[in-house]
């Protein structure tokens, strides 16, 4: 598969939640900071990496992200 970049993906969709052999980014938006923590900390097998235009917000998420699988 070559480099590709979803937009508009639910979370709850295979490519979004199983690895996929390729360079693949997914974008699923968010309307809350809690939302965004939720998204990210929902991502079962997958590296996930919560971005945001304002620094003090990613700041925080960054802070209660779990990062991975099984991370607490």
């Not at 996929?20 to 939302?35: K, N, P, R």
């Not at 939720?38 to 779990?66: E, F, K, M």
């Amino acid at each position: 598969m070559k480099p590709a970049i979803f937009v508009n993906v639910e979370n709850n969709i295979t490519i979004a939640q199983e690895e996929i052999l390729g360079s693949v980014l997914c974008v699923i938006t968010y309307d809350s900071e809690d939302e965004t923590i939720r998204i990210a900390n929902d991502t079962r097998n997958l590296v996930s990496t919560p971005l945001s235009s304002g620094l003090t917000l990613s700041a925080r998420v960054a802070w209660l992200h779990r990062f991975g699988p099984g991370a607490s």
